[in-house]
């Protein structure tokens, strides 16, 4: 976290907040950069930013044009780009929708990742009970 504050402040950005909690979600940091556009960060600890993690923070978008979201590690920032960040935004409509929709169907539509099932809550999930190979240790971030 410090060493994004410290880059960006080189570059001239401002930081506006640090962990400020905005509807669902809370971003990590919020820059001003000097042409006065509003920067979200996602600041993840691990040293390689992975397609998981480039979702999450594609999350704190809100549709607003003017706020770049920007996924950052200690040596990195990934500015997403526009297409992106409206490709995840749609994709997780449709996933809120058909957990709403079809709360049965979901219960047993299990799509296993590594990357996703070792965060994941569900005990119940019968893919987890036949295999414990996503259960390892949780990477950084
Ligand atoms: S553990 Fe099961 S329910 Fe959770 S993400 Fe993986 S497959 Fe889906």
Redesign the pocket.
Known sequence: MLRVIGRHLKQGFQLKSVERSENRVRIDLEFQSPDGRDRLHEVKSARELTDVHKIQAALYWDGDGNHEVVLSNGSTDIVLPREYLEKVHREAEATTAFLRDFPDEATIA????PA??RY?G?DR?P??QRNDQFQSSPVGG
């Open positions: 299990f799509r296993p990742n996703v099932c994941c569900n999930c893919f987890l």
